[in-house]
């Protein structure tokens, strides 16, 4: 492999020790002093680390550019959705050949018994096309540029949309007249995403956050009326939760959702009085979480509501809207092993998503004997949920499905019939075959006798995964119940095509295999998560998949925390730890209300600042406090943004210097405009990837493949 300039030169961070104290323990913390994010001094250190990670990957800028055009090139830069049905419309999305964002589009029906999406091509006229929302000159003049709320009035005639320019999720809300192009002086500031319309068009509601970065508070905007006149439908005092509100698909109610890790709640206001007070659906109770959704069943509005009190992975009941609290009629009971997910709701069905063995489940529920209709796929590993669905009554149900080597693929179900009708699948480029690669899952023995699954990709001329050792990229999350499950990636082929094995290792702390299995890696058992993860490395090794000096780790965000654990773990295991956006210094951060969620954050990893327990676990797994002088670290790469208001970019920043200090090979890149979900536009994120990816395959040894 070929070797990075050996004239760059490491930044080193100065040390000036910060006491942090609490119950009885300080801890003085060099690089504490990173936090400022305006001081010049900082600013200078993180634009030498990013002189120092361009000069130390220099050597790889062929590679980058490879990978890159391998992205481009598998790609259909020019390409539309699948239309959408809403009221009188059909709405979809294009993208064009050179342009960094998407264009979202409508076109009329052609008949109000038209429920067949029109087949279109980057070269089809579409008759009476009108282009809503066009991103790339929404992006004109700013670096970075994303989209958090976009919605048409029910009628058509209005269209909102929010727009943060930062990174930093703070969006700017703006209504537009459909009928003239031309945008509504109504201006909201400083929202958080997700604002809808009013079933009449009148109202926009929408959510702010508090200082800790927490959604707080529901408003209703009256259009047409100022800003400072609109009034607080909710608030939620309680720095535990967070809110959210929408409206159900029947447009009977406006749902304000409260929620934390362990607890949540939900309100109904009548969407044609919002004004009313809102009415709980079920008080809330500490451990106890719910999702009610509206129906009608035989004339009466009922709500089925998703629960897990007495029930670890949920039961689905029913209810009166008018009594929620009253008499409950058990539709789903509660099965162990079956971890209901979430009921989508319409006139004459619903949908009802489920896990089961490691995998999602979609199932037509009928409202009369509340019986399942399982949908069967083919694949040993996939991804499918609902995707799209915004009408109260349609004869069909449009799904999203894809794995790891089928490209995403739009289905529309026939409710009546039964039939799958493809839509449209991914076009790949290149003469891409899905059986030229192969797919399974195994599974790791942990610590503990647990049987931790792994979903393994790899492309079969190379020879099937396991027969010899092979290059191999293990991804892994473990965290708030998130799983991570088998889709397609283009940027993933220029990997597979290298030789490289794909996998993921489905650690406790996530969901995949039920609510046990996310409550197994938490708070005081979150251990696990990071136990499991080194398991899996070693059963990957100890099968023949691959050695330790030709495996790399990747994780962001908690992953991030995953991955900074362990390399202190088991740094043996790796020749290199890919983190992005990683949350590395846990403990300082779940330390600090006033950072953004912290309070939020303790269901999920306990209260350090109140229990000393919870302190001294937390401190004996926080990867920045536990970097070992006695061990020699694989290469590391951490990547994280400026603006970014989950994990602040001060964490990796800090890591890295401590990483420095005991001779790690660490890099730092930091994106100086953007936010937790890096780079925006596509061709950047492209670029971002190819870095990565570069990166990754210089420290296998395939790099110049």
Request: charged share 25%.
């Amino acid at each position: 492999m070929t070797e990075p300039a050996a004239s760059a030169v490491a930044p080193r961070a100065v040390r000036r020790p910060t006491p942090r104290s609490h119950h009885g323990d300080t801890f003085d913390d060099p690089y504490e002093w990173l936090r400022a994010k305006d001081d010049a001094e900082v600013t200078a250190h993180l634009e030498a680390e990013n002189a120092y990670t361009r000069a130390r990957t220099a050597h790889l800028e062929g590679l980058r550019d490879r990978i890159f055009a391998e992205i481009k090139g598998r790609t259909q830069e020019s390409d539309l959705s699948v239309p959408t049905r809403r009221g009188g419309w059909w709405y979809y999305g294009r993208t064009r050949e050179g342009s960094q964002y998407g264009i979202q589009c409508r076109a009329p029906l052609t008949s109000a018994d038209d429920w067949t999406p029109p087949e279109l091509t980057p070269e089809t006229v579409v008759p009476g096309e009108q282009v809503l929302l066009d991103g790339n000159v929404e992006a004109e003049g700013h670096e970075f540029f994303s989209l958090g709320s976009f919605e048409v009035s029910t009628d058509g005639t209005r269209m909102l949309y929010g727009v943060d320019v930062a990174g930093d999720e703070r969006y700017t809300l703006r209504v537009r007249d459909l009928t003239t192009g031309e945008n509504l002086p109504d201006e909201i500031p400083d929202t958080f995403s997700g604002a809808s319309f009013s079933p009449d068009g009148r109202f926009v509601v929408y959510t702010t956050v508090d200082d800790a970065w927490r959604p707080d508070t529901v408003w209703l905007h009256e259009i047409g009326t100022p800003v400072a006149n609109d009034a607080k439908l909710f608030t939620e005092p309680d720095e535990r939760y967070w809110v959210g509100a929408g409206f159900t698909r029947s447009d009977r109610y406006l749902a304000i959702g409260v929620g934390s890790s362990i607890t949540s709640e939900e309100w109904l206001v009548p969407a044609d009085d919002l004004r009313a007070e809102p009415r709980v659906v079920w008080p809330r109770r500490e451990g106890v979480e719910y999702s009610a959704s509206h129906a009608v069943v035989d004339g009466e509005d009922v709500l089925y509501i998703l629960h897990n009190d007495d029930a670890l992975d949920f039961e689905l009941v029913r209810v009166a809207a008018s009594d929620p609290q009253g008499a409950r009629e058990t539709v789903l009971p509660h099965a162990p092993g079956r971890r209901l997910l979430d009921l989508d709701t319409f006139r004459d069905f619903a949908v009802a998503a489920y896990r089961r063995d490691g995998l999602e489940r979609l199932a037509m529920l009928d409202y009369a004997d509340g019986s399942l209709r399982e949908l069967a796929f083919d694949e040993p590993l996939y991804a499918v949920g609902t995707a799209g669905n915004p009408e109260w009554a349609p004869p069909l149900v449009r799904i999203g499905y894809g794995s790891f080597v089928t490209p995403g693929t739009i289905y529309d179900y026939n409710v009546a019939s039964g039939d799958l009708l493809l839509r449209k699948r991914q076009p790949v480029l290149g003469g891409y075959d899905p059986g030229d690669y192969g797919q399974a899952r195994v599974w790791a023995t942990a610590q503990d006798g647990t049987q931790v699954p792994i979903s393994v990709v790899w492309k079969r001329s190379f020879g099937d995964a396991g027969v010899a050792p092979r290059p191999l990229h293990l991804y892994g999350y473990g965290s708030y119940e998130h799983s991570i499950d088998p889709g397609f990636s283009v940027a993933r082929l220029s990997e597979l095509d290298r030789g490289v094995v794909f996998a993921v290792a489905h650690v406790r702390g996530g969901g995949e295999m039920g609510r046990q299995w996310y409550e197994d890696g938490k708070l005081g058992a979150k251990r696990n998560t990071f136990t499991d993860f080194v398991d899996c490395a070693l059963h990957l090794i100890d099968a023949g998949y691959t050695t330790a000096d030709r495996m790399v780790a990747e994780g962001g965000s908690a992953g991030g925390l995953l991955m900074g654990a362990v390399a202190n773990l088991a740094p043996e295991l790796f020749a290199g730890v890919l983190a992005d956006v990683p949350f590395v210094d846990a403990l300082t951060t779940i330390l600090d209300p006033s950072l953004p969620l912290t309070v939020i954050e303790w269901d999920e990893w306990g209260d350090p600042l109140h229990d000393a327990d919870v302190y001294a676990y937390m401190k004996s797994y926080s990867p920045y406090e536990n970097v070992r002088e006695d061990v020699t670290y694989p290469r590391i790469l951490a990547v994280t943004s400026l603006n970014d208001t989950r994990v602040l970019y001060v964490e990796p920043a800090k890591w890295v210097a401590r990483l420095r200090e005991v001779g790690a090979d660490a890099l730092l890149k930091c994106e100086m405009v953007a936010g937790h979900g890096g780079v925006s536009g596509r061709y950047n994120a492209w670029r971002e990837r190819a870095f990565e990816l570069a990166w990754l395959l210089d420290v296998l040894g395939v790099a110049d493949a």
